[in-house]
């Protein structure tokens, strides 16, 4: 009996003394210094991760270099060809006057009222014509961008209609544009449509505003009074405050600050008069006075640039509207909704963020496609520069120019489109 209560102690004892080693040792673990250094297996992997942190940044260095090298050689090759021949490079030419007429385009050069935007001519220098056709260049891009997203989106939004006729044209007007070339579709629009319209003296009036005729395509516009310039204060400030409610997260403070712009803009009005005023074109026989005027050439790649970037955009719109959950459609039927309502009030605005990114590499498109008017005479930039470089024989000087040119307008049309995407998806995320 005793024998048994000595064995049933020791027992307890044991289990109570593995039970206090478990929590010595759980206590020396918890209670370890803050700067005991790792175990040796830690150890190990710390140097594995710093031995693979140094040799991916050897590699990368290494991949680095080798393009510098490759690039440095590239030039060192053509400046060695250049000296070879006797060309040396310089950027000289571009002071020297042009001797050539550019149809139209507007450069830098002085006014009445100092530096301004004046029409070019043959007295002005080689740097002044290679303005006026990026000032063409601009304006084109500017007007095809718009021109193609407004009918992109509605034709995107015709594929997904519900009446047979408007489905089936908005399908037949994509896959016609998107599968015929755009060089194609711009020598179209100008010898095909544009050259085939009535001269000026049998052009009739659009609405009593548009004059369409093949000397060129005129609109109204708008022309400054005397007030203008009381006016631009106001506009000045109403645009100021209009910028700093862009930049304020606070919606109360953001309605506040559009409702002051706003205000600032109508009270210039009140104060200054009318700043601007319609100027409606009027048709002689061989001349157009009034409003603006688009040429043939421009008025053929505008229609061409916006119609062919159109389809694409429309299939990008289709594209993201299709990627929405259906249940939204379900969720704005359940209000009350119909179809088109719950298109253009519920589904369509959740789809501008899928919608951005590509919008903005078409964008950039759109400005590098603008190059295609060396077809058909219109003088934009690369078109004034085969010029500049027959006539000067600086070819690479001009090509590198031209090439810098596209690619400052391709990364700011990108760099616009990025910010306003994080812009709408910091709101989507809220």
Same mark, same amino acid.
Request: aromatic share 10%; hydrophobic share 50%; no cysteine.
């Given at each position: 009996?005793? =024998?048994? $209560? =000595?064995?049933?102690?020791?027992?307890?004892?044991?289990?109570?003394g593995e039970g206090t080693v478990s929590q010595l040792k759980l206590s020396s673990t918890e209670n370890r210094p803050f700067g005991r250094p790792p175990s040796p297996a830690s150890q190990s992997e710390l140097k594995r991760r710093r031995l693979a942190r140094t040799r991916a940044a050897a590699i990368q260095t290494l991949i680095l270099a080798a393009i510098v090298a490759a690039v440095l050689a590239f030039l060192a090759m053509t400046w060695t060809g250049l000296r070879r021949h006797g060309i040396g490079f310089s950027l000289d030419f571009l002071e020297q006057p042009a001797g050539f007429d550019i149809s139209e385009g507007l450069t830098i050069g002085k006014g009445q009222h100092g530096l301004s935007l004046v029409p070019f001519n043959s007295q002005q220098t080689y740097a002044q014509a290679l303005l006026a056709g990026l000032y063409n260049t601009l304006v084109v891009t500017l007007i095809s961008i718009v021109l193609a997203t407004v009918v992109g989106v509605i034709v995107g939004v015709g594929r *997904?209609?519900?009446?047979?006729? !408007?489905?089936? &044209?908005? &399908?037949a007007f994509v896959e016609l544009v998107r599968n015929? +070339?755009?060089?194609? $579709? %711009? %020598?179209? &629009?100008?010898f095909a !449509?544009?050259?085939?319209? +009535?001269?000026?003296s049998d052009a009739s009036l659009l609405h009593g505003a548009l004059i369409a005729s093949r000397q060129g395509v005129f609109i109204p516009w708008l022309n400054a009074t005397p007030a203008a310039a009381r006016y631009a204060w106001f506009a000045g400030l109403g645009v100021a405050v209009f910028?700093? #409610?862009?930049?304020?997260?606070? +919606? #109360? &403070?953001?309605?506040w600050a559009f409702a002051a712009g706003a205000g600032f803009l109508v009270v210039g009005v009140a104060v200054a008069g009318r700043p601007f005023s319609i100027d409606i074109p009027e048709a002689s026989s061989f001349s157009v006075s009034g409003g603006a005027g688009f040429s043939p050439e421009m008025a053929s790649l505008i229609i061409a640039l916006g119609v062919n970037f159109a389809a694409y955009v429309a299939e990008v719109v289709r594209g993201a509207v299709q990627s929405i959950d259906r249940g939204q459609w379900e969720a @704005? @039927? @359940?209000?009350?909704? #119909?179809?088109?309502?719950s298109l253009w009030v519920v589904v369509l605005p959740q789809a501008v963020r899928v919608i951005l990114p590509s919008l903005g590499n078409l964008y950039v498109t759109v400005a590098k496609s603008t190059s295609f008017a060396i077809a058909i005479g219109f003088p934009d930039m690369f078109s004034v520069y085969g010029t500049v470089a027959n006539q000067t024989g600086r070819a690479l000087e #001009? %090509?590198?120019? !031209? *090439?810098v040119v596209y690619l400052l307008i391709s990364l700011s049309i990108s760099a616009i489109a990025n910010l306003y995407n994080r812009r709408v998806m910091k709101k989507g995320a809220r």
């Amino acid at each position: 009996m005793k =024998l048994d $209560q =000595l064995s049933d102690r020791s027992e307890k004892s044991h289990v109570s003394g593995e039970g206090t080693v478990s929590q010595l040792k759980l206590s020396s673990t918890e209670n370890r210094p803050f700067g005991r250094p790792p175990s040796p297996a830690s150890q190990s992997e710390l140097k594995r991760r710093r031995l693979a942190r140094t040799r991916a940044a050897a590699i990368q260095t290494l991949i680095l270099a080798a393009i510098v090298a490759a690039v440095l050689a590239f030039l060192a090759m053509t400046w060695t060809g250049l000296r070879r021949h006797g060309i040396g490079f310089s950027l000289d030419f571009l002071e020297q006057p042009a001797g050539f007429d550019i149809s139209e385009g507007l450069t830098i050069g002085k006014g009445q009222h100092g530096l301004s935007l004046v029409p070019f001519n043959s007295q002005q220098t080689y740097a002044q014509a290679l303005l006026a056709g990026l000032y063409n260049t601009l304006v084109v891009t500017l007007i095809s961008i718009v021109l193609a997203t407004v009918v992109g989106v509605i034709v995107g939004v015709g594929r *997904m209609s519900r009446n047979w006729v !408007v489905k089936n &044209w908005a &399908w037949a007007f994509v896959e016609l544009v998107r599968n015929t +070339p755009l060089l194609i $579709q %711009i %020598i179209f &629009w100008y010898f095909a !449509v544009l050259l085939q319209l +009535p001269s000026l003296s049998d052009a009739s009036l659009l609405h009593g505003a548009l004059i369409a005729s093949r000397q060129g395509v005129f609109i109204p516009w708008l022309n400054a009074t005397p007030a203008a310039a009381r006016y631009a204060w106001f506009a000045g400030l109403g645009v100021a405050v209009f910028a700093v #409610g862009v930049f304020v997260h606070t +919606p #109360g &403070w953001r309605r506040w600050a559009f409702a002051a712009g706003a205000g600032f803009l109508v009270v210039g009005v009140a104060v200054a008069g009318r700043p601007f005023s319609i100027d409606i074109p009027e048709a002689s026989s061989f001349s157009v006075s009034g409003g603006a005027g688009f040429s043939p050439e421009m008025a053929s790649l505008i229609i061409a640039l916006g119609v062919n970037f159109a389809a694409y955009v429309a299939e990008v719109v289709r594209g993201a509207v299709q990627s929405i959950d259906r249940g939204q459609w379900e969720a @704005a @039927a @359940a209000l009350g909704l #119909g179809h088109r309502e719950s298109l253009w009030v519920v589904v369509l605005p959740q789809a501008v963020r899928v919608i951005l990114p590509s919008l903005g590499n078409l964008y950039v498109t759109v400005a590098k496609s603008t190059s295609f008017a060396i077809a058909i005479g219109f003088p934009d930039m690369f078109s004034v520069y085969g010029t500049v470089a027959n006539q000067t024989g600086r070819a690479l000087e #001009g %090509i590198i120019i !031209v *090439m810098v040119v596209y690619l400052l307008i391709s990364l700011s049309i990108s760099a616009i489109a990025n910010l306003y995407n994080r812009r709408v998806m910091k709101k989507g995320a809220r």
